[in-house]
């Protein structure tokens, strides 16, 4: 499942990112795959499906949204948003695995843990980083991050719907 998961977020690379202009980080799809592998493979293989996609990464696939690779977008102004969805698996899906366990699972629930760690734990880490590398301040880098909340609040909401409706129509998924 992680190599499907894997492929998923490749395929997802194919559509081209969507420049803000603002700072250099763009609106891309595979965030919501990265989402959607905590939710379904859990912490895991969630993160295992990650790591080979960076490995895809580093040997110097396309794979990244506007086919981008190489070890060089590890060392780019905007790496830190790209490392971070390597936290992001293992959090959302063990917070959703627990909720999952006790019975008080909802949607509600889970779209705020993806909020919480498929958004904000990015914008954290994606700053901390942009703001070393670019000499500007984390308050700055992270306000910016702001006009990327429609459109990331909407892939949380398509990822939690997604995963959800996998969950429930199959057994195939780790949580």
């Given at each position: 499942m992680a190599a499907v998961m894997t492929a998923i977020?490749?395929?997802l690379g194919l559509f081209p990112p969507i420049p803000l202009g603002l700072i250099p980080v763009p609106i891309v799809?595979?965030?919501?795959?990265?989402?959607?592998?905590?939710?379904?493979?859990?912490?895991?293989?969630?993160?295992i499906s990650i790591i080979i996609f960076y490995l895809l990464i580093i040997l110097g696939m396309p794979v990244l949204s506007g086919s981008r690779g190489g070890i060089i977008v590890f060392l780019g102004p905007t790496c830190g948003y790209l490392i971070s969805w390597l936290l992001t698996p293992i959090f959302i899906g063990y917070f959703v695995k627990y909720l999952n366990k006790k019975n008080k699972n909802s949607w509600w629930k889970e779209f705020l843990i993806v909020c919480l760690f498929g958004i904000l734990s990015t914008y954290f880490i994606g700053s901390l980083v942009l703001a070393y590398q670019s000499h500007t301040s984390f308050i700055t880098i992270f306000i910016s991050n702001l006009f990327f909340v429609p459109t990331d609040l909407i892939k949380a909401a398509l990822s939690t719907f997604i995963a959800r409706r996998l969950r429930q129509h199959t057994h195939m998924f780790i949580i």
């Open positions: 977020l490749i395929v799809l595979q965030n919501i795959g990265v989402m959607i592998s905590g939710e379904l493979l859990g912490p895991k293989y969630g993160t």
